[in-house]
DNA sequence: GATGAATGAGGATTCATTCAT
DNA sequence: AATGAATGAATCCTCATTCAT
């Protein structure tokens, strides 16, 4: 069964002018992805004038921009915090992917716009991928060292390779997600990748 | 040490002007990606004139799709004949990745494309996702789902989401390697992520 | 009484493609001003899609730029060609003038771009003036030279200066035409405007 | 060898607020051109806050009126006085040109809109034509013809034509000055410009 | 089949001006 | 009187596509 709409957003309104627009901007993105998005659109949405867009960011391309750093700052401080409440490897590397899974679970839009419209050019793939998702990448190779070193994980792994592997599995379940027509829970798959990730195929 | 030209192809130049303009497509899609990428540089590029692509072609976004359809029929098919090649579960699968790496290891503009330019939109995505993409998962998930048969994978976990999973850690190692400035050869990774997949972290 | 138009155009109207754009260029810049001026207009007085004017100008100010640089290279030959007819120096100051005078006396739009448009900036009064300017200006001034050589024009004045004066005076008369609202023929002035230059008030 | 900067101003910072916006809207127009020039810049370089400007001008375009009337006011005055200061029309003719130059040559910024920011229209153009420099040419006119009617200047000349002639050469020496890159004092050229309005060429 | 000159719809952005405080 | 955040109209240019040759 369908969605009725593809961008339903259980977000609350956000109440500072800045939050309202970036707000708009990401469904707006989400809905029409970012080259078809007009710019005059996602001020409507917002109700501002157009021009206001102006004072607050630099121009369209730092709408995209600044979505993802505002939302990427939050998500890393939270995941570091819930990482750090736990200590065995195992449970930590489960608490890595729950919170990836929940976090855009829970707003549709933002998932789009972080799986589609993020990836929309090279030049902004490399960006973030220098930044934010190294960031990313370091927490979940550190939580893989450590438990190498407690010698609970096996010691052959690259942890590097090991943290690109999870963020590839959690991603590919949140693209999943957006583009299915079923409606599911995405963070329930959390113990199911957990296993997965932890034990393998075999 | 960075490479001298991101989308410098080791394949050999087309045949055929339908060939030539699908190649020219390629190279110039990943170069500047597709919405800035122009028809007219496509066609300077293919040694035509502009207007010789429309009569190739339904227009720019149907070189997008064509070049994924050309390409996904032919992988899909060496695909099978690949892993019907072998028995073991856990040597197809290692054969499934080892295919998948190599193919785009070898052609770096084409996996730019893949990994960047045909996902530039929601529409997009779901339209590969439910047919080639599909088509691709269900060859991994018959692939597992022999294995629980035969008793050699675990049966706890659920077919649809290993495959997704595999995809999502392949897919992540052929971004990361676009985007790195090391020039490592792909393929050269099958044996780690094989050994991750089958055996897991812990 | 005032004229029913100020661009009334008694220009022949032009075969190419490129003229007919300057030619509607000349006169929406002369009926509206360069900034007020919309490339669209231009387009539909010239009887082409405004994209077509893209093909061959590289935009608005490229028109403008245009418009003098293809009036300068035959004004200045055919000024050349007519100062070279006559040989007594106050007869050649005489034909520069009345060559002024008519030039743009024939051409009330284009005398409109050249008193008015050309002159809507600093950077571009500059360009004009160390380019096209000076080397109308050094013409004059060697007219003035050969006459001090020759004996006949005072040696106390410096031809550089004088020249700057001619030229002030023959643009102070186009000048003051477009801007009245009495409807004389401009070249009429070229015997007064000798006078002065050459007797001076005393 | 070039001048550091184009708009230096040896002009005392003006004390009331309207002359403050004022004083700033001639420097900034003289630097960015009228069509460039932000009213923002404006009232940042002044010292106000942008709506600031509007309780003392009607709009952007008031500036530059204002900035003309109330220079042309005091010029005008003081021509008359210098010029009622002496009796030989030879020697008015000199005072009038020195005037012009000093007084221009004095502001860089104030010779700057004169020259070029005053002129990008038409219509602006024929506004100040019928007003304030009418009465300027009048003034110079009268002198032509006290000198016809005292018998010291040839009556064959008609008056009109050596007052616009006479502002002609003047003009064109200021806007010289502003383009050129050589440093040197306007007003020097008062001599020549006068010996040469006064005995001509021959 | 091939060409490439011509088309024209479409949108991000700027900035003069306003008005609630 | 003064502020400055907000407005929103207005336009240059690009480029996918067409079609006469």
Do not use: C
């Not at 309202?20 to 109700?47: C, H, M, P």
């Not at 004038?49 to 993802?68: M, V």
């Not at 583009?179 to 113990?191: G, N």
């Amino acid at each position: 069964m369908a969605r009725q709409s593809l961008v339903a957003s259980e977000v609350p309104r956000p109440q500072s002018k800045r939050e309202r627009i970036l707000r708009a901007a990401t469904d707006v993105f989400a809905q029409s992805g970012y080259f078809n998005a007009k710019v005059s659109e996602i001020a409507k949405a917002a109700g501002v004038a157009d021009g206001t867009i102006y004072l607050y960011f630099d121009g369209k391309e730092d709408l995209l921009t600044s979505i993802f750093r505002d939302h990427t700052r939050n998500y890393l401080q939270s995941l570091e915090r819930d990482v750090a409440n736990v200590n065995r490897p195992a449970e930590r590397i489960r608490i890595a992917i729950r919170h990836h899974l929940e976090t855009l679970g829970r707003d549709r839009s933002l998932a789009i716009v972080a799986q589609v419209e993020l990836r929309h050019s090279l030049k902004f793939m490399a960006l973030l991928s220098h930044q934010e998702v190294a960031d990313y990448l370091n927490i979940l190779r550190k939580i893989v060292e450590q438990g190498q070193a407690d010698g609970v994980f096996r010691r052959s792994l690259h942890p590097q390779l090991v943290a690109k592997a999870i963020f590839g599995i959690v991603d590919e379940m949140v693209t999943s997600w957006i583009l299915s027509e079923k409606d599911y829970a995405l963070a329930d798959q959390t113990d199911d990748v957990a296993e997965f990730v932890l034990n393998g195929l075999v």
